[in-house]
């Protein structure tokens, strides 16, 4: 069977076994596509659900805070579909609240001195992580995902293209009235989550939650020099985790 395509995230040699053996179960009972995401209990890893799990925790954490979700670094849009089913199932009669996704859709640009070393294994290299072959795949699964909304007329995503270090600060000073409630970081590298920390702080409602998908993880420094920087001055604030999973690596609540 061919290799699986690189799906955002390191695997080991039995990660890649099982989902191996999951792809060939797939194939060897003809379950098809639709049966799959129907049958998603049934066939998703523990670390698929973990995540999922994750994410809903946090959100219906937030369903009391105003303002908006953030996506940074948006990929196949993992996340942001989350966030955004998330908000058609609990929130379904607030309008206002919006999923924002920011990406360049052209992967990394640049690796900084922060960042520590290329790793190919973990795609961390120029032009790694690219999701430019997804675009036209993530805009028409929003357009599947707006008619099966109650109110499809109502965007409920809104994507910002561009390098994140321009177009958050960009995006937060031509919106002064915008607020977060819920910020997933997932821009893995120093530079980046640095302008949009400093950026969406200020604009992150009291009880607002901020999630760091790399923080303290070896392979991607400088997430978690960003971060600890920024923190520098604020000792009342402390970064936690979930004793269940490692997805996200790291949170914050804003007192």
């Known amino acids: 069977m061919a290799d699986l395509p690189f799906d955002g995230f390191k695997k080991t040699g039995p990660d890649q076994a099982l989902e191996q053996r999951l792809a060939a179960h797939c194939e060897r009972f003809q379950i098809s596509p639709l049966e799959a995401i129907q049958l998603f209990p049934v066939l998703a890893r523990r670390q698929w659900l973990k995540r999922f799990l994750a994410h809903s925790q946090f959100f219906q954490q937030t369903l009391e805070v105003p303002g908006d979700i953030v996506e940074l670094g948006v990929f196949r849009g993992l996340g942001l ?42 795609h961390k290299e120029v032009g790694g992580f690219s999701p430019a072959e997804f675009y036209a795949e993530l805009k028409a699964a929003i357009e599947i995902f707006d008619a099966d909304r109650f109110v499809p007329w109502k965007d409920r995503i809104k994507l910002v293209e561009g390098n994140i ?31 949009a920390l400093e950026a969406i702080w200020p604009k992150l409602s009291r009880g607002g939650i901020l999630l760091f998908d790399e923080y303290a993880i070896k392979e991607w420094p400088g997430e978690t020099q960003a971060v600890d920087e920024f923190l520098a001055d604020k000792p009342d604030l402390s970064i936690k985790t979930l004793p269940w999973t490692n997805v996200p690596a790291g949170y914050l609540v804003k007192p």
Request: hydrophobic share 40%; proline share 5%.
């Open 165 to 195: 270090e321009e177009t958050v600060p960009a995006f937060v000073q031509a919106h002064p009235g915008v607020r977060f409630s819920l910020v997933h970081f997932d821009c893995d590298l120093y530079r980046p989550t640095w302008a």
């Open 81 to 122: 579909m989350t966030w955004a089913n998330l908000l058609e199932t609990f929130c379904v009669g607030d309008r206002t609240k919006t999923v924002y996704g920011f990406d360049n859709w052209q992967g990394f640009v640049e690796i900084a001195p922060e960042d520590g070393a290329n790793h190919e294994q973990t």
